[in-house]
C-alpha cells in the first residue's frame, strides 16, 4: 500500500507538536509540500539544515513503503524557493565577472543539488561553460569559465 506523502509529514510533524498548515503543489520532479506555520524558524533550521532533515526522513519513509514513490520537496513557506533564487542570482553574478575579465573562477564545494542548479543554468550560454571533477573526486567544486570558441 502506498503512503501518502502529505498525510505521512502531517503525522511526523504533529508527533513533533507543531502548529503547521500542509498545502500540496505538483512540481517538476515530483511533488512538494509547502509547510505554513508560525514556527518556521524551527522548522527550518539554521541554513535550512532541519528542513533537509525533514525531507531526508519523509523521503526515505515513502520509499520504504513504495520503492517507485515520487520524491517529495518539502518547503517552509517558499524558503527554498528563496534561497535557490539568491544562490543563482550570485552564481550569474560572477559569471558576469568570468565573461568579462576572461579568468576562470572556482566555486566553493558545493552538494549534488546545488551543482546542478548551477550546470543547468549555464548549459545554453553562448559564452560560459561550467565544469566539475569526476563523481569520484572528494571535493566537488565547480569551474566557471569562458567557453573556447570552435
Known sequence: MKANPKEVLDTMLGHLDFA???KEFPGSHGITLQI???EKERLTGRR????????ILLNRMLQAK???APRVTVDVEHYREIQDHAFLQRIRQLAEIVRSTGRSYQLEP??????????????EDPDIV?????????????????RTPL
Open 20 to 22: 503547521f498548515e500542509i
Open 36 to 38: 505554513y506555520s508560525p
Open 48 to 55: 535550512g539544515e532541519t528542513l533537509d532533515d525533514l525531507q
Open 66 to 68: 513504495d520503492k517507485d
Open 110 to 123: 558545493m552538494n549534488s543539488f546545488e551543482r546542478r542548479i548551477v550546470h543547468n543554468a549555464f548549459k
Open 130 to 146: 561550467t565544469w566539475s571533477p569526476p563523481d569520484d573526486a572528494r571535493i566537488k567544486r565547480i569551474t566557471i569559465r569562458r
